[in-house]
C-alpha cells in the first residue's frame, strides 16, 4: 500500500465519523473545528472529500493547504484552482462555497491566526519549504 493510498483510507474514516456524529471526531482531530471541503478533481471531473481543519473568519471559513507540513500543495488546493465551487461540510450543515485564494498581508495574518490556535501549522510552514496558500470559502447561497 503506498502512502497516498493509507492517507485516502485515514482520511475516509474520519470522513465517516465526521458524517455519523454531525462533524464531531475523535482521536488527534477531537479538538480542531473540522470541515469536509469536497472539490472537483482538476484532471477527473470527479468529487473529492477532504477532511481539514478550519479557522472561522466571520460568514467564511478558512483553511490551509499545508498538506501535512509536505513539500508539495494538497491535491484539494490544485483542485480549487481549478474549480472555485466546492461543497461545504460543517457539523451537520451542508452548503455551496466559492474558494477564493487569501495572498499577501491578510494571507499571513490569517495563517498566524490559525498557528496561534494550532501551533502544529508553524511547524507545518518550517518544515514544508514553501509559502503554505491560505483558502477562503465564502458560502453562495
Known amino acids: 500500500m503506498t502512502n497516498t493510498e493509507e492517507r485516502l483510507g485515514w482520511n475516509q474514516q474520519i470522513i465517516e465519523e465526521f458524517r455519523a456524529n454531525e462533524g464531531k471526531v475523535g482521536g488527534p482531530f477531537a479538538s480542531l473545528p473540522l470541515t469536509l471541503l469536497t472539490?472537483?478533481?482538476a484532471k477527473t471531473g470527479q468529487a473529492r472529500t477532504s477532511p481539514l481543519a478550519y479557522l472561522p473568519d466571520g460568514d467564511r471559513i478558512?483553511?490551509?493547504a499545508s498538506n501535512g507540513g509536505r513539500d508539495t500543495?494538497?491535491?484539494w488546493y490544485r483542485n480549487v484552482l481549478a474549480n472555485p465551487a466546492v461543497t461545504?461540510?460543517?457539523?451537520?450543515?451542508?452548503?455551496p462555497a466559492r474558494a477564493v485564494e487569501v495572498t499577501g498581508t491578510e494571507r499571513?495574518?490569517?495563517?498566524a491566526r490559525q498557528v496561534a490556535v494550532v501551533p502544529g501549522f508553524g511547524d507545518y510552514a518550517k518544515t514544508a519549504g514553501r509559502v503554505i496558500p491560505v483558502v477562503a470559502l465564502e458560502r453562495t447561497a
Do not use: C, K, S
Not at 499571513?108 to 495563517?111: Q, V
Open 39 to 41: 472539490t472537483t478533481g
Open 62 to 64: 478558512v483553511v490551509f
Open 73 to 75: 500543495h494538497p491535491l
Open 88 to 95: 461545504v461540510e460543517v457539523g451537520a450543515e451542508t452548503y
Open 108 to 111: 499571513d495574518e490569517l495563517y
